[in-house]
């Protein structure tokens, strides 16, 4: 290739831009690492540490440890003292390491990027058949590390600003209310709902039978599983009518036929129930979305969100990042008459529909 033309500045710049990924994709399984073998809790609020130090506390051989610190402070994770030979961790990147209660907490995310190496021959395939991958196809990380991924953000945000940005749907569930989890995964949602409104009940469904499994066990364990009823269907099939609130957390998208799905929700409504559609944020033209949350937006719909629906009958594939106004289609088309945006964050976006 002639490199006659070529601005040098531009190519340094984007150098340093691919240097930058590439540090951040092969410390990505470091990331794991750290998490697996307890490395960031130990030294979240211990102050500075050596290598050995940590070695010591946390069981885990001192020279791996040593070279995964270096690592760490080279990407500014840790921080170094080269007078004392010792790191630190400090107390704001803690929160995003070693709190996994904290709304900030990332490290979910690298379950779900792992399972996509794992399934690096199967997505190639999709790509040059056009036919899709299933979600129930994937390695299982990707199940676990959805949910750690979004949990947070349901725990932060559901219950203290979403759920009250809706037209008197919290009075609602605080009096007593049939609300449907659709597409619940293994159940973060859900259960954040059932903990906070203990007069209502909850159906939580979800076509992936495993999902449901670990639903169920996850909604035990917290003391709710009594006002949950989780149950395998489809979100065009689920059963039941009469809801008061109808959620979709983060899959319409997803769906082979979200315009169907619409339809059968709205048909599941009360008459003047609520249907909540959370979905990642973006803008309505590809050009809004050209950032740092559409960059990890747009990965993540091109192999998971975009060939999980083409695997499904219609096989809209929307993608994760289809903005606001394509989403008004879809739920209009399924026979809503009032689409509205009840609030945002800067990861999602949360609509309500009436009937």
Known sequence: MSTTGIDEAKLEAFM??????????????????????GLYKAMAGAGAMS????????????????????????GGYVSYDEASDTYTLPDEQALALADEDSPFYILGAYDLIASLYADEERIIEAFRSGEGMGWHEHDNRLFRGTERFFRPGYRAHLVAEWIPALDGVQEKLERGARVADI??????????MAEAFPNSEFYGFDYHEASIARARE???????????????????????????????????????DPVGASAHIRDSLAEDGTWMIVEPFAGDSVAENLNPVGRIFYGASTVICTPASLDQEVGLALGAQAGEARLREVIEEGGFAGVRRATETPFNLILEAKR
């Open 16 to 37: 340093g831009q691919a240097l930058s990924d590439m540090g951040a994709n092969i410390s990505a399984p470091l990331m794991v690492m750290g998490e697996k073998l």
């Open 51 to 74: 290598s050995q130090e940590l070695s010591e506390k946390t069981g885990v051989a001192e020279r791996s440890v040593r070279e995964w610190l270096r690592n760490q402070a080279a």
């Open 183 to 192: 597409g619940c995964g293994h159940g973060a949602s859900t259960i954040a």
């Open 218 to 256: 996850t909604a035990e364990h917290a003391g709710v599983g009594d006002r949950i009823n989780f149950a395998v269907a489809t979100a065009k099939d689920y059963p039941g009518e009469g809801y008061d609130l109808v959620c979709v957390f983060d899959c319409l998208h997803d769906m082979g």
